[in-house]
DNA sequence: GATAGGCTCTGCATCGTTGAAATGCCGGAA
DNA sequence: TTCCGGCATTTCAACGATGCAGAGCCTATC
């Protein structure tokens, strides 16, 4: 059986299309007599809306899309759950879409426009996407960045301050009282702005101690993967002078992966070295030893990126694109403090 | 500036409306001279398809759903994953959704019309999800059911062969030599069927092996995150004929709260309880000590669901509702299997 | 030289819905 | 009784694309 249209429901109820249209929507006043008349009719015939066809009319699709660089690392897991759910609350509904890290993806992606990709506007998490790329797009549909401001872009984006978040983690690894603190995941390139202002607040945290910072303890890897962790960390094991006493991570995996290979070792978390790690993943509260680390405010971020893009497709919002910042946390766990046995 | 359409192309070009559609489509032969002042015209306008319009026309949106319970939890984030992936190969789009384990959202989300809801299909990882509901459904587009048959259900399905991979953990386990092999994750009730057949292969192995299952080592979780493995560790911790020498999880972050709470109470793993899980999530690649588990074929899943989710589609498809099975194997890691150090 | 046949190319109708404007109907005021 | 205002309801024309049928035109054939 075709699925019912308005027209059926019409003829059905006796009505004519519009008013059946009036009755679906609420739009205008109807009588209670032909009401019931065309609700009796919708429920009979299963009558529901095509949505494509609506989407026509109206010239808005009701999706956005959530690209990130993979859905099954956890972060962006966790944090396109916050997306969905919160486009939800507004009645949109999420396409989540990678790029494996592919700059061409990406480009593809926030290239085309949105009444050609179908969707009304996109949140991008991006990964190696230039200034110039960002430039040359010409869809007319809204997009919000997450992550750092790239250089004078148009564009809104969403943040947490990661260089006072940084600047948290290290300052409590320097308060446990540890001298030669290593830093795993920089990156020192065009498109490593994130892991640069890391890496600052990493610095900061040492002058306002007033310790100076052991270059070759920062260790810059391209991805942040645990296997990135894990072998960044070998390398600091191999350190001519020693292994460090602690160990700052840009991101939990690499946390991970670095206090695998510090077990491994023989080695012990936190007695012999501290690891911190960044994004609060799931895991890491489970994980043996449980991870000290700093907690973005995720739901704060997906509101914050979801509320811009819906106002700005709703045209509410006439202010130059700007920078929306969430908040942030350090939470302290065993791979930092022991816990008492 | 609006964006192009076929009309305005064609008003540039001079030529029809109809030819614009035929040089982008490729669909009918068009002569060198007009395909070039079409393309120049597309290029000139940026003229890029009307999705929406090309849908409501086609019937057909190019949008699967995948609805899974949580996004986050690390199978359905690396299962979605691959659905997505290889929805691309296929042209599709996938939208994720989430139920949060609400029966309610699964049930609103299944009911929906295809074009209702606008997508073309969905593929379904049921929680809570009774028979009833599903003999409920009214919706024209095709569904598909990953996990076990929901009995005589009028669906396909896709699944793991989940009592042979559950014989197989709970084997390589009593190989091990272990005498006392607890169980974490039994459902014994309506919804939790993939659970009862873990459960059922669990035995199986013990009958195999000519042993006895002690039924007081087999914990029911109603949920399978890594807390619940926590708690039903520490039961077995506190068993009256101390704790077991083994642990089977039904996933694997039942089986590394479980490690957690091992670690926790001093004991060592694997030397005194040997932990196997299920699912094989990246994060327990990584976790120390790593994990052994069954892994189960996770692009094979993607694959199978889409290719029978498409198939049913585009109508190449009369027989009956299947069983569509993937492989599994076993992954042994250090947590079943000290490395040598 | 007329006709058939093959190519291009165009116009019209349509997908299912909604915006805008026109219609019909009623009661109340003049 | 007539006219007007307000309300319920309908008609018409889109939204932007594609399926279909047929109109031109050009070449090949008898």
Redesign the pocket.
Known sequence: M?????????DRA?????????V??G?????D???ERVEAAVAELG????????N????RSGLIALVVPELDVPYFAELARAVVTTAREFGYTVVVDQTDGEPDRERELIMRDG?AAMFDGVILSPLALSQTDLAQRDATSPLVLLGERIADSEYDHVTIDNISAARLATSHLIALGRTRIAAIGDQPYETGETAQLRTRGYELAHEEAGRLVDRSLVIPTHRFHFSDGAEATELLLAHPDGPPDAIFCYNDLLAIGAIRSILAAGLRVPEDIAVVGFDNIEAGRYHTPSLTTVSPDKPAIARLAVERLLARLSGDTDEAPAELWAGHELIVRESTVARQA
């Open positions: 075709a699925a019912a249209r308005l027209r059926d429901v019409a006796g009505v004519s299309i519009r008013t059946v249209s009036n679906v929507n739009y205008a006043p109807v009588s007599q032909k009401r009558y529901r809306p095509n949505v494509m066809a609506r026509l009319k109206h010239g009444s």
